[in-house]
């Protein structure tokens, strides 16, 4: 009896097909938590934004309003589509419930940072949270990459985009003290 080839680690372990009834049965799967981490940090930001953020101080690398929404509409997709690619590995690909609990555990943290930021108003808040997401979504990238490597690097745009929020937040607290 032969073994299967083992993935090596320029190549991706298999995957379920995409367009089989599988795949696309998990593509709906996949696309929840993005959904509903986006639609619940948006009425978070909602509240906050008009009468609490637009009158802190900002830094001056602080990108226009119009560019968060922009950038985490690309990202929540990219998110999505990395998850995707983890449910449907094969099991040769290696133990997934570690990969999808830490998934999911820092989408509550990103819906955590909308709400402590804008819903609770509270920068310093925010700033704790966003440094614990660093954390989660560098913890969630090895996992992935252990079972799909193209879905861990889709998710390097996401922690940079973290990393460069909190130093972002970390400022905005810096020059609002007591937020």
Sequence with gaps: MTMPPQPSATTSPPLHPAMSWRGLALLPVAILPSLFASVIGQLFTAVGMVSWYRTLQKPFFNPP?????????????????????????????????????????????????????FGLRSALGGLVVSSAMIIAIGFTIRLFQRLDRAAGIALYPYFAWVVFATVLNAAIVWLNPGT
């Design 65 to 117: 309003d119009m560019a968060f929404p922009i950038v985490w509409t690309f990202l929540y997709a990219l998110m999505a589509v990395a998850f995707w690619r983890i449910l449907r590995a094969r099991p040769e690909a290696g133990p997934k419930n570690a990969a999808i609990l830490a998934y999911l555990g820092q989408m509550v943290l990103n819906i955590g940072w909308s709400y402590m930021f």
